[in-house]
């Protein structure tokens, strides 16, 4: 409650609950941060997080899951939509991909893969190389999201909520991946097995 009148979310501007957090790693002091939030999109910090801009705020959704830079581009911003703790407003329509820092946005090519799924993290191993984990399945993309495979775990099902993501930060073409009930499983193909 942010307002006198006790409204939820107050008159804005609103970026709702943080998801996930994307710094960009070129330079020395973190100053290029990046917001996935519920229901505000997409919002940039240029100057070490002490002023924030939205974004993200014509797209055809605000609900945001998770947010990543590629490995290869850092200036290119990957937005996953569909907020799996979403207070009602959830709208997975696939991944949002830009290639000027945010400035700009289009919906990658692959999306219709992921659309009313919840993109719960998302990782970038390598140049051009996204791995999603919805509440719906693991997914990875070798093409900057043009495509999306289903990738299936030993044990697990196409449609495993997959609760978390992590690159290996001695080798970041292992990955992590926490499946719930089951348990931590590692790649280290970049996600492919």
Not at 23 to 47: A, L, V, Y
Not at 120 to 142: E, H
Not at 173 to 179: F, R, S
Request: proline residues 4%; charged residues 15%; negative net charge.
């Amino acid at each position: 409650t942010i307002d006198a009148e006790q409204n939820y979310q107050g008159a804005g501007p609103d970026s709702g609950e943080v998801t996930e957090i994307a710094i960009d790693p070129r330079g020395t002091t973190d100053q290029n941060i990046f917001i996935s939030t519920n229901d505000g999109g997409i919002w940039k910090s240029t100057d070490g997080g002490t002023t924030w801009k939205a974004k993200s705020d014509y797209l055809a959704t605000l609900s945001m899951g998770a947010v990543a830079l590629d490995a290869g581009n850092p200036s290119i911003v990957y937005a996953g939509t569909g907020n799996n703790f979403s207070n009602g407003f959830f709208n997975g329509v696939g991944v949002y991909k830009s290639t000027d820092g945010g400035d700009s946005w289009t919906l990658t090519p692959g999306s219709p893969t992921l659309a009313g799924r919840a993109i719960i993290r998302m990782v970038s191993p390598v140049a051009n190389v996204l791995v999603v984990a919805t509440n719906s399945g693991l997914f990875r993309s070798s093409d900057g999201g043009n495509t999306f495979n289903n990738i299936v775990l030993p044990g697990a099902s196409s449609t495993s909520y997959i609760t978390d993501l992590k690159l290996d930060t001695t080798a970041a073409n292992n990955v992590l991946a926490a499946v719930y009930g089951l348990g931590i499983y590692r790649s280290v193909d970049g996600g492919a097995t």
